[in-house]
């Protein structure tokens, strides 16, 4: 349920994991393709799937935040998951989702 990095102490050379954002509960981001080659992405593709980095125009970043405490809603509030499923969660959490496109200006005519 949190956006996790690896860190190492150099003090004591040994790694630790922290939070690096809290209550982040999902993170995707997939990337534009330009299959047509008129400077706009035709589909958006994760990073296993993308075949030819020299087409990619724009990055699509999705991200999920929950409440820290739980009980703040009257009932389980249902959210939608990056592929438009709804899931209907066991707690009582606040959640939102965030959305943003950016294209990549390097690349771009």
């Known amino acids: ?4 990095c690896r860190v190492r102490n150099l003090s004591t050379n040994t790694d630790q994991t922290l939070a690096l954002i809290p209550q982040v509960e999902a993170l995707l981001v997939t990337y ?5 080659s008129d400077g706009f992405a035709d589909v958006y593709r994760t990073v ?7 087409r990619v125009v ?3 970043i999705r991200l999920r935040v929950v409440s820290a405490e739980d009980a703040l809603a009257e ?5 939608l998951e990056p592929d ?5 969660p066991a707690d009582r959490r606040l959640r939102r989702n ?4 950016v294209a990549l ?5």
Do not use: K
């Not at 534009?32 to 047509?36: L, Q, R, S, T």
């Not at 438009?84 to 209907?88: E, L, P, Q, Y």
């Not at 965030?98 to 496109?101: L, M, P, R, S």
């Open 84 to 88: 438009g499923a709804v899931t209907t």
């Open 75 to 79: 009932a389980p509030q249902p959210y």
């Open 48 to 54: 296993a799937t993308v075949a030819d980095w020299t």
């Open 1 to 4: 349920g949190q956006l996790l």
């Open 58 to 60: 724009s990055v699509n």
């Open 32 to 36: 534009g393709i330009d299959n047509d």
């Open 105 to 109: 200006r390097n690349i771009l005519p």
């Open 98 to 101: 965030f959305a943003t496109v």
